[in-house]
T-cell receptor, first 113, second 108 residues
């Protein structure tokens, strides 16, 4: 969905490096989410934000941090990347709660060597 | 936490065939969704269905919460239905638990 964009789309980095994944949306939604998908598995929620001043931990927040710079922007940071953070990362938005329709970005494939 | 099992893990169909995908969960849920991930990785919500039955075109879903399962029906399958179908549930929190998915391949 072009309304939700993620940058970069692919990233290879080394262990110990700090990396930021960015998400932008033009849907005007207040609620934004970061998920992680490992091969052969479903998604796991990392962080979610219901507005600019509201940020909450999800199922697997350890090793990650987020920043909600504006209604339209939600960034995910890996402070010191490690190989088991190699995964596909998705950003999503919704105009209601996480249990209502979410619109996903195209994903960022991150490889940590 | 709630355990989610999806079956079958893999499904191969000829175009035009019908199929049923199942999602079993281990505890009471207040929330349940079905998602489709296409072969290029794009994720799309299909249904929010904590109970009852919904239909959207060739797809329909039924959740029997008291028996802890949900079914996704695909009728007259098309090649564009290929991908992975995920079920996600929660007992009332904002944090979903996803199943491992059913991988569907529809041959022309």
């Amino acid at each position: 969905d072009a309304d939700v964009t993620q940058t970069p789309r692919n990233r290879i980095t080394k262990t110990g490096k700090r990396i930021m994944l960015e998400c932008s949306q033009t849907k005007g939604h207040d609620r934004m989410y970061w998920y992680r998908q490992d091969p052969g598995l479903g998604l796991r929620l990392i962080y979610y934000s219901f507005d600019v001043k509201d940020i909450n931990k999800g199922e697997i927040s350890d090793g990650y941090s987020v920043s909600r710079q504006a209604q339209a922007k939600f960034s995910l940071s890996l402070e010191s990347a490690i190989p088991n953070q190699t995964a596909l990362y998705f950003c999503a938005t919704s105009d209601r709660g996480v249990w209502h329709t979410q619109y996903f970005g195209p994903g960022t494939r991150l490889t940590v060597l | 936490g709630i355990q989610v099992e999806q079956s079958p893990p893999d499904l191969i169909l000829q175009e035009g065939a019908n199929s049923t995908l199942r999602c079993n969960f281990s505890d009471s849920v207040n929330n349940l969704q079905w998602f489709h991930q296409n072969p290029w990785g794009q994720l799309i919500n299909l249904f929010y269905i904590p109970s009852g039955t919904k239909q959207n075109g060739r797809l329909s879903a039924t959740t029997v919460a008291t028996e802890r399962y949900s079914l996704l029906y695909i009728s007259s399958s098309q090649t564009t239905d290929s991908g992975v179908y995920f079920c996600a549930v929660s007992g009332g929190s904002y944090i979903p638990t996803f199943g491992r998915g059913t991988s569907l391949i529809v041959h022309p």
